[in-house]
């Protein structure tokens, strides 16, 4: 148990759904991640929210849409996904400009599956 | 650029070490990481270097750190079953943002 939980552990929809990953920490960290984990391949940033700011995109669909209502919660809005992007979504936290450790403390993902 | 490599797959026999070994391309990283991602989980923050050490130990976890050679290796002594899983680096890039790089993994298998 990190402290950081995810909702729903696995997701099947079809290219044509809505859907929202949910993600909360109970650390006090101020920064939040959504990573992207596929087979085989290294994991990939997706975005990064700190003091519930949005500082970085890498490119991302637009069929993602994240959300940072606050600094525990993080949500990842999903709409006409494509089969590509099954892959397992870990969300991350951390503390951020403090000078401290960048650690990230990660939860246990949610598998997505499209179909 | 930022890149961090790792080779795909080590194999150990219970009770020996295994050593899972690093390379990093930011000379400017502050800190590097070791997680440990079990099947089906997310991953675990395993121990951490800052970058003006060469060396820590944590229990069965020895990390060290070559800098010149930005070369970052994780030994874990007397190797267990539970320590199958696979291993990730990750440095630490702190330019707009806090930023990780990680690399692909290293998958330990643990055989008796």
């Known amino acids: 148990e990190t402290g950081v939980t995810q909702t729903p552990r696995h997701l099947v929809m079809g290219m044509t759904n809505k859907k929202s990953l949910k993600c909360e920490q109970h650390l006090g960290h101020n920064a939040m991640y959504w990573y992207k984990q596929s087979a085989k391949k290294p994991l990939e940033l997706m975005f990064v929210y700190s003091l519930e700011e949005r500082v970085e995109n890498n490119s991302v669909p637009s069929r993602f849409s994240p959300e940072c209502p606050n600094s525990s919660h993080l949500f990842l809005h999903l709409h006409t996904l494509q089969p590509e992007d099954s892959a397992l979504y870990l969300c991350a936290s951390s503390h951020s400009g403090t000078g401290e450790g960048y650690e990230q403390y990660f939860g246990p993902g949610t598998r997505l599956t499209v179909t | 650029g930022e890149d961090v490599e790792q080779s795909l797959f080590l194999s150990v026999r219970e009770g020996d070490s295994s050593v899972i070994n690093c390379t990093y391309t930011?000379?400017?990283?502050?800190?590097l990481y070791w997680y440990k991602q079990e099947p089906g989980a997310g991953l675990q923050l395993l121990t951490y270097?800052?970058?003006?050490?060469d060396m820590k130990q944590d229990q069965r976890l020895t990390v060290l750190l070559n800098k010149k050679d930005k070369h970052l290796s994780l030994r874990i002594a007397d190797t267990q079953t539970g320590d199958s899983a696979i291993y990730f680096c990750a440095e630490s890039v702190r330019k707009s943002t806090d930023k990780l790089i990680f690399g692909t993994g290293t998958r330990l298998q643990v055989f008796p």
């Open positions: 930011d000379s400017s990283s502050t800190y």
């Open positions: 270097i800052f970058s003006n050490m």
